[in-house]
Nanobody, 120 residues
Framework: QVQLVESGGGLVQPGGSLRLSCAAS????????MGWYRQAPGKERELVAS???????NYADFVKGRFTISSDNAKNTVYLQMNSLKPEDTAVYYC??????????????WGQGTQVTVSS
């Protein structure tokens, strides 16, 4: 089994910054990709950013230029640096990963989510 544990959420004022972290652990052979999704109340979960094992990144238009995704492959950890935060960024942020387990099977996993609230 694989576990994803997120940290770094909280309350921040508009224009502020937060850094989210997500560490994968368990029966991991390799990680194909990791990413961040978010879900605001009454809305569907949406992709924020993703990064492949090779370092290729993808961003939603609404965070381009403000958020940066990065990873530490040795630690099986992905980060999301969020700058210039807006009230509309308020949501639960979920870590997601496509992981090859020790049986060489690719499976998708979700973290438990971390709340980000942008408010004055």
């Amino acid at each position: 089994q694989v576990q994803l544990v997120e940290s770094g959420g909280g309350l921040v004022q508009p224009g502020g910054s937060l850094r989210l972290s997500c560490a994968a652990s368990g029966s991991i052979f390799g990680i194909n990709s990791m990413g961040w999704y978010r879900q605001a109340p009454g809305k569907e979960r949406e992709l924020v950013a993703s990064i492949t094992g090779g370092g290729r990144t993808n961003y939603a238009d609404f965070v381009k230029g403000r958020f940066t995704i990065s990873s530490d492959n040795a630690k099986n950890t992905v980060y999301l640096q969020m700058n210039s935060l807006k009230p509309e960024d308020t949501a639960v942020y979920y870590c997601n990963a496509d992981v090859y387990n020790t049986l060489m099977r690719l499976a998708n996993y979700w973290g438990q989510g971390t709340q980000v609230t942008v408010s004055s």
